[in-house]
């Protein structure tokens, strides 16, 4: 389904939808229920509920104005034809067509009311094009969004908003405090290094005896060569 609305261009409706011969029948036909089952054989309602009733109810509604403007097979087929039409441009787009739809209406009831064939026939006099107009809005633009409603398919809107100035989060490094903690345990398990005056002293002495044994051992040496 488009969600763009076409451009609609009236045309004479004569005898489109609705024949001679079909027409001789739905006249004979008194009840609703038959008159259901006409036009949905005739006009090919092959819907499922509630499609099928809302579109059946808007036909029978209309079979049954003509009835009491006294309205002849031809103009009656015609009516039947321009309901459908208006009805078909109202679901053609989920979006508000609504004045493209009236506008329509007047050029199909003006096409059928001024004789300036092939593009016009008078089947209907001035006086019966505005009881027709008042009925179409009473019965079909008033139920304007509800047709739509029914007949169309929803249409949902996906918003995401993306701020330009807005400062990017900056990242935390996890692993920054375990590497702290290692450091720390690492400085407590090593051994001290810095050394007491004890100490200092007792390496001293060490370091004098060892330089007092060389010495001696040197002086030793010499007199054993001069021997």
Known sequence: MDTESKALKAKVMLWTDVSYHEMEEMDQMQSIPDLERCLCSVLGVHLPEPKRGVLLEMYVQAVLFGRECNFKKEQTSALLSIMKSIHEANIETPLNNIEQCVE??????????????P???????????????????????RHYKL????????????LSLTYSDQDEPTKT???????????????EAAPTTESSPQTEEAEGTKLGYSEQEALTEHEVREQMVLV
Do not use: W
């Open 173 to 187: 490094d996890s692993s920054a405090p375990e590497v702290e903690n290692l450091m720390e345990k690492a400085t």
């Open 119 to 141: 593009f016009s026939i008078n089947i209907f006099s001035f006086e019966e094009v505005g009881c027709i107009l008042k009925y179409i809005h009473n019965s079909y633009v």
């Open 147 to 158: 047709y739509k409603y029914i007949f169309t398919k929803q249409v949902k809107l996906d």
């Open 104 to 117: 329509y209406a007047m050029d199909l009831l003006l096409c059928h009311s001024v004789r300036r064939p």
